[in-house]
């Protein structure tokens, strides 16, 4: 699935948290375009304040 832009065209997200450990969250995220799925998993760590410390995502294409 090849697209210059994710934004166009009809699409939908949706999220579930797996877990938080600690200052680390993990989040999987499933976004669905017209031609398919695009699924993420996300790593976020925060900070003492609660801030976003730091941000990792892995992206994927989906079977549908």
Known sequence: MARACPQQGEWS???EILDVIGETAYV????????????NLWV?????????????????????
Do not use: N
Request: proline residues 0%; glycine residues 12%; aromatic residues 20%.
């Open 13 to 15: 997200f949706r999220h």
């Open 28 to 39: 999987r995220g499933w976004t669905a375009y017209e031609d398919g799925v695009i699924g």
């Open 44 to 64: 976020i760590r925060f900070a003492g304040d609660r801030r976003c410390r730091s941000f990792t995502e892995w992206w994927m294409s989906e079977e549908t």
